[in-house]
């Protein structure tokens, strides 16, 4: 087994990004963490990976939760297609740090479309139609 990763990365043309969310009311008071994992889900919710070109920490290993870490594993496992990733931790993360590279790029997009404070009715829009299939 491949010694696990201390951090979970971003691309360092993605830290704006992280920053810009934060004027959004929905995400106000959100840790980096809680960030990355949203745009980690909405990436993967919409089949976007971008690689990561130039890697920034962007919270360490230490502070996920055992949700945070089942989450991220199941995303890999759907991704790989194989259980057999979870032997090699860097894989995993990469996989998931790549579909946040994505996410981020989405969120943006759509905070960058809407008027402010409206991105919860999208988002809860959202969340009702997937509950819907």
């Known amino acids: 087994m491949v010694n696990k990763p201390d951090r979970l990365y971003i691309d360092l043309n993605s830290r704006p990004l992280y920053e810009k969310l934060e004027s959004e009311p929905f995400f106000k008071g959100k840790t980096r963490k809680e960030q990355f994992l949203f745009a980690m889900a909405v990436g993967?919710?919409?089949?976007?990976?971008?690689?990561i070109e130039k890697r920034e920490g962007i919270f360490l290993t230490k502070d996920l939760k055992p949700e945070d870490e089942a989450l991220i594993n199941a995303i890999a496992i759907f991704d790989a297609n194989s259980i057999d990733i979870l032997l090699d931790k860097a894989q995993v993360f990469k996989i998931v740090e790549e579909y946040a590279n994505g996410g981020i790029r989405i969120l943006i997009n759509k905070?960058?479309?809407i008027e402010i404070?409206?991105?919860?009715?999208?988002f809860e829009k959202d969340l009702f139609d997937l509950n819907k299939i």
Do not use: L, V
């Open 117 to 122: 404070g409206t991105f919860e009715k999208y």
């Open 111 to 113: 905070i960058d479309s």
């Open 44 to 51: 993967f919710k919409n089949k976007i990976k971008i690689p």
